[in-house]
């Protein structure tokens, strides 16, 4: 909307300060000093020197845009210079009145972060040169002509997220090529100036012969012949299937407890999917179900005193999943009239009460109170046990195969097109003749169920659960996910899991920060990109309809 | 026709039988604790006096989620976190060093004044500022949009204030001129649940003359009224919303005070609970509705506090305190499913569902 009106200097300086205001937000939570013990580049750069720059670097890349054509250097320069103005203040005033007593996160060491450990004179001049330039570099970008600036910004990207990993990467490449050969790459969990040069370089390079040859190559795979493509698309299913089979070994331990992580989410998040993203219904309370499939298995199995049966995983399997989906259906009976916000706060209320009844001496003699169950032996499988990430890794992929099978089975069925009919209108989805009691209840069943399924294989991977593992953050964070990868689409669902659980695990900083994040992320996604990262097809095509629209419009399209 | 018929009986006969067990469980609860006779006279005053005191702070905060609920027919999640942020920021920076240097408990009235204030402004700040951030850009978007955005920014400002203030339990330091006890109508009350009690009244009242008697609020009035037709008789309707959150938010930072001198102690996560209850009183109240927010308000107080020993006692649960949030979250859901309307209020969940 912004686009229409004529961009002055004042909107410069307002964006900059803006820009500016937020990096002095993640420097006084404490993000800032939390990273910057880690190196993107060795000796080069930290990654708290990445959020002091990351912010100025993009808000001015957008001012470059906007700004008239011929003063678009000023503009950024202008838009940078004042980014880096509230750091100033916050350093002024950390070094004049030590604010520690008050703000817990602004100590000595973010002030030495700030200002490059130069003092606070010499530093604050540096970080607004600094920044300024990186502005100005930005604008530079910018300018480029889209066949260079593509590749460059890619390079860029993936050098900063390889640095960002090199700690994962470091002992992946040792297992791989061995100690001499990561030490030229990546040396104590940083990546070595040179490597990361060329690792620059190669990636700029690519990119641009591969735009440049890309297009011929797309016209070849477009000329092909019906039964040529099919084979392709089969030979892609196979080789992505081998992939997913064989990926505990290319992984190592700790990236696949991360993967398995990553696909217990996804089990939520595609059985959230049904609810929300299908149906419409938003479910607060989704957590309850979890928790009730993660008891059941652990009171069915356990070898402690709370273990009633010391069943087998497989046998408690079915059953954790069947009481989450009679939950579902019991949870789902009295909300069947209500809608939108009242139907959001009765779940939120219901998982509440759910965890607080799991957390109180009531329930302690059946399922342990605060203490929780404990000894829940890990699935086995013909006599082996599963003990390792690796190999639980297989029962995590089977359940998601498992979800992903029935979702896609079911949002192109009768029932998956009564419950998009439903969500976009319920008064005329009932006027067609759309049964909603049954329709609704399928919705919360099926979703109850993969749920629960998610739970029973939580519980026997961690091997004890707690009632505080089953909180409001579960939901909120499911909800994120598919908030993120697009409401309604499958892959968004993985895509939704990889960047909201997988991207904070192997960033380990992070853990504390998540919450924050996942609701900036939230509203950012609302505000910016209602439909997701991965839009499904029929989001997609709707919003195609009106590409010229402003955002709201196309929330109203999407939803 | 047949078929959907059978439906609605089946649901009809769930939604009865809820209500037959809900009303069977407490009355026998109650039936039971009242032939038992744990407390004396004395202790059941005291309950109800408590729930008085809790229930006030529940109106003030109701108010914010019934004003925005007026006027934007939205539920704001993160209306609790306006509550904590006030007096987080209040204690951090006014109240511990106030009471560190002693001039709090030399001065209690000036003190008080000033961390009130403090309190307030932040929150208002606060509101204005996620207001503008978070909800105005969607105004126009589906119902469930703002609501997603609210509880991203409930999530997010819990988190911030974690990050600024740190993440431990924080001592409010005791007021000692409302240390004591006064005896009122033949029973001895804290002095701090008498304090808020009366601020609760004047604040309350206050607002409703300001919703009523002034220009602001009549444009208030009329925004919540109709936005269109406001906005042709000339009123800003976004300042006018923008008003209407700092209005709730400035109630809760108020609401934030009292609940520190009662339970002398702020935390990043305190938000969460009393709105959630806030919410549940104004909905008991007739979201929308000022008087029914006070009213919800006090109602709910009471019922936390007098509920559980009066339902649960009896019926030899153990520990049953815990289960005192069961107990709000129930009467929640079941209002909701039952009586979306509130106890008082008219039917307004309905106009815009």
Do not use: C
Request: glycine share 10%.
């Amino acid at each position: 909307m912004s686009n229409e009106k004529k961009f002055t200097l004042r909107n410069a300086i307002n964006q900059g300060l803006l820009a500016g205001l937020i990096t002095t937000l993640i420097s006084t939570v404490g993000m800032v000093e939390l990273f910057s013990q880690r190196q993107l580049i060795a000796g080069v750069m930290t990654m708290a020197q990445l959020f002091i720059f990351l912010i100025p670097a993009l808000i001015s890349f957008q001012t470059a845009r906007k700004a008239p054509k011929n003063s678009i250097l000023l503009f950024s320069a202008v838009t940078s210079f004042f980014a880096s103005l509230p750091v100033l203040v916050l350093i002024l005033l950390a070094s004049t009145f030590g604010l520690r007593r008050f703000l817990i996160n602004v100590s000595p060491s973010l002030i030495e972060t700030l200002t490059f450990g130069q003092g606070p004179l010499v530093g604050s001049l540096i970080l607004v040169l600094a920044t300024t330039a990186v502005g100005v570099a930005a604008a530079f970008v910018d300018q480029m002509d889209e066949k260079i600036r593509k590749p460059i910004l890619a390079g860029l990207m993936w050098t900063i997220l390889v640095g960002t990993f090199s700690e994962i990467l470091q002992e992946r490449l040792r297992a791989f090529f061995g100690i001499g050969f990561t030490n030229l790459i990546i040396k104590s969990k940083a990546l070595q100036p040179v490597a990361a040069l060329i690792f620059l370089v190669v990636v700029t390079a690519i990119s641009y012969f591969w735009q440049q040859r890309g297009d011929s190559i797309k016209k070849g795979l477009a000329s092909q012949s019906a039964t040529q493509r099919r084979n392709m698309t089969y030979a892609q299913r196979i080789a992505f299937f081998v992939l997913l089979l064989i990926l505990p070994l290319l992984l190592g331990s700790y990236l696949s407890e991360v993967t398995n992580n990553v696909g217990i989410y996804v089990l939520m998040g595609l059985g959230l999917n049904i609810v929300v993203g299908f149906a419409g219904l938003l479910d607060l309370g989704y957590v309850a179900f979890f928790a009730i499939g993660a008891y059941v298995m652990a009171i069915l199995t356990s070898e402690g005193f709370l273990g009633v049966a010391q069943t087998s995983f497989w046998l408690a399997l079915p059953v954790s999943v069947i009481t989450a989906v009679i939950a579902g259906i019991l949870l789902g009976t009295p909300v069947l009239r209500m809608r939108g916000d009242y139907l959001a706060i009765v779940t939120l209320g219901f998982g509440e009460i759910i965890r607080i009844m799991a957390n109180s001496d009531l329930l302690k003699p059946y399922i342990g109170g605060a203490q929780g169950v404990l000894q829940i032996p890990k699935p086995s499988f013909f006599g082996t046990s599963l003990i390792q990430p690796g190999q639980l890794y297989y029962v995590v992929l089977a359940g998601v195969l498992l979800a992903w099978f029935v979702s896609t089975r079911l949002s192109n069925s009768r029932l998956g097109r009564q419950w998009m009919a439903m969500r976009e209108d319920e008064d005329v989805a009932e006027a067609m003749g759309i049964n909603l009691v049954n329709t609704k209840l399928l919705a919360f069943a099926i979703g109850a169920g993969f749920s629960g399924l998610s739970g029973a294989i939580f519980a026997s991977k961690l091997t004890s659960i707690f009632p505080h593992s089953f909180n409001l953050l579960i939901s909120i964070n499911v909800l994120s996910l598919i908030i993120v990868g697009g409401m309604g689409s499958l892959p968004g669902v993985v895509v939704g899991s990889l960047i909201l659980v997988g991207l904070p695990e192997l960033l380990r900083e992070f853990a504390e920060f998540r919450p924050w994040m996942y609701g900036a992320l939230l509203i950012v996604m609302m505000l910016a990109k209602p439909e997701g990262f991965w839009p499904s097809a029929i989001q997609k095509r709707e919003l195609h309809a009106d590409e010229e629209s402003p955002p709201v419009e196309e929330v109203a399209a999407a939803d | 026709m047949q078929r959907r018929l059978q439906n609605i009986n089946y649901l009809d006969f769930v939604l009865w039988f809820i209500r037959v067990s809900i009303i069977v469980f407490v009355a026998w609860g109650t039936i039971a604790t009242l032939l038992d006779n744990p407390y004396s006279a004395d202790v059941w005053v005291n309950f109800t006096v408590l729930g008085l005191a809790q229930g006030s702070m529940y109106a003030l905060i109701a108010i914010g989620y019934t004003l925005v609920y007026g006027v934007l027919f939205m539920i704001n999640f993160a209306h609790g976190e306006f509550f904590m942020s006030g007096i987080m920021t209040a204690t951090v920076f006014i109240a511990g060093p106030l009471s560190a240097s002693g001039y709090l408990n030399n001065h209690p009235v000036i003190s008080l004044l000033l961390i009130l204030v403090v309190s307030m402004i932040t929150s208002v700040g606060v509101a204005i500022l996620t207001e503008r951030v978070a909800y105005r850009p969607l105004r126009k978007a589906p119902r469930l949009v703002p609501l997603i955005t609210a509880l991203g920014a409930s999530t997010f400002l819990q988190y911030t204030f974690r990050g600024l203030f740190g993440s431990e339990v924080k001592p409010f330091p005791q007021v000692e001129a409302l240390s004591g006890k006064i005896s009122f109508l033949g029973t001895e009350i804290l002095q701090t649940q008498m304090v808020v009690i009366i601020a609760t009244v004047i604040m309350l009242v206050g607002l409703y003359l300001f919703v009523m008697r002034t220009k602001t609020g009549k444009a208030i009035r009329a925004v919540a009224e109709d936005k269109d037709v406001a906005a042709l008789m000339g009123i800003d309707v976004d300042r006018t919303i923008a008003i209407t959150f700092a209005l709730g938010a400035s109630m809760a930072g108020a609401a934030g005070v009292l609940y520190a001198l009662v339970f002398r102690q702020v935390h990043f996560y305190m938000g969460f609970l009393p709105g959630l209850k806030a919410f549940t009183a104004a909905v008991l109240g007739g979201i929308g509705s000022i008087p029914g927010a006070a009213v919800g308000g006090l109602f709910l107080g009471i019922f936390e506090s007098v509920g559980p020993p009066l339902f649960l006692d009896g019926l030899n649960v153990p520990a049953y305190h815990q289960l005192k949030d069961v107990i709000t979250f129930t009467l929640l859901v079941l209002v909701l499913i039952f009586r979306p309307q509130g106890i008082v209020g008219e039917r307004l969940a309905e106009k815009k569902a």
